[in-house]
């Protein structure tokens, strides 16, 4: 079956510090992958995508994610965190179809 | 801007009661989503509309039907709510047709089976 992983279910790290969000997809055929950001009392919010090219992507916020097709990976980095930053993120993936399969989230905690 | 909108913030319904969750997407999308989401599991697809009358079972359809109409409209149904339905339910539309693009999202919809 088709799913998303994401192995951290919280990520606690110190404002300013760069943080590594990672997340793995199960199969190797084409794939579409995004991360949503979602914070507290919100809707999900598009951070960044990739479709095809570069497989280095700049999101907002001073995010990015690199796509490893060899590993099944799509792993989110920012170099330097913001109290802001706090929200849950999750992984998604459009494998053969147009449904979207979520991952399970990570929260990311930011302390001053 | 795209604009997802679901018909209710909070809900508390009761058992047994027949529930209908309404989302409205404006960009004139082919696709649209209903999810659920539990802390710790993440967002559970639970129907997939890729056209008018068109769906197809996500990977947690039991408990629940939708109906899309029109286009712009598509809803989800608890038959018969029970307890274990008490969720955050997420709406969102993407534009299909190959082109897979992202999907808008709406506010969600916090139910409360009681």
């Known amino acids: 079956a088709q799913s998303v992983t994401q192995l951290d279910s919280q990520v606690p790290v110190f404002e300013e510090a760069p943080v590594e969000l990672r997340c793995n997809y199960s199969?190797?055929?084409?794939?579409?992958l995004f991360w949503y950001v979602q914070y507290p009392n919100q809707g999900l919010q598009l951070l960044l995508k990739y479709l095809s090219g570069s497989t280095l992507v700049k999101g907002i916020n001073g995010f990015e994610a690199e796509f490893n097709k060899s590993q099944t990976s799509f792993h989110l980095r920012k170099p330097s965190v913001h109290i802001s930053d706090t929200a849950e993120y999750f992984c998604?993936?459009?494998?053969?179809?147009?449904?979207?399969?979520f991952g399970t989230g990570t929260r990311l905690q930011v302390f001053p | 801007d795209v604009k997802v909108t679901q018909s209710s913030r909070y809900l508390v319904k009761r058992t047994g009661e027949k529930v209908f969750l309404e989302c409205v997407q404006d960009?004139?999308?082919?696709?649209m989503f209903w999810y659920r989401q539990d802390p710790g599991l993440g967002l559970r697809l639970i129907y997939f509309?890729?056209?008018?009358?068109?769906?197809e079972k996500g990977d947690i359809p039991e408990g629940y039907s939708v109906s899309r109409e029109k286009k712009e409209r598509f809803s989800l149904i608890l038959e018969s709510a029970s307890t274990n339905q008490t969720s955050m339910y997420l709406c969102a539309s993407s534009p299909g047709g190959g082109m897979n693009t992202e999907a808008f999202f709406g506010q969600g919809t916090r139910l409360t089976v009681v």
């Open positions: 998604a993936v459009i494998f053969n179809t147009d449904k979207l399969i």
């Open positions: 509309s890729y056209d008018v009358k068109m769906k």
């Open positions: 960009m004139d999308h082919e696709n």
């Open positions: 199969s190797s055929v084409s794939v579409y």
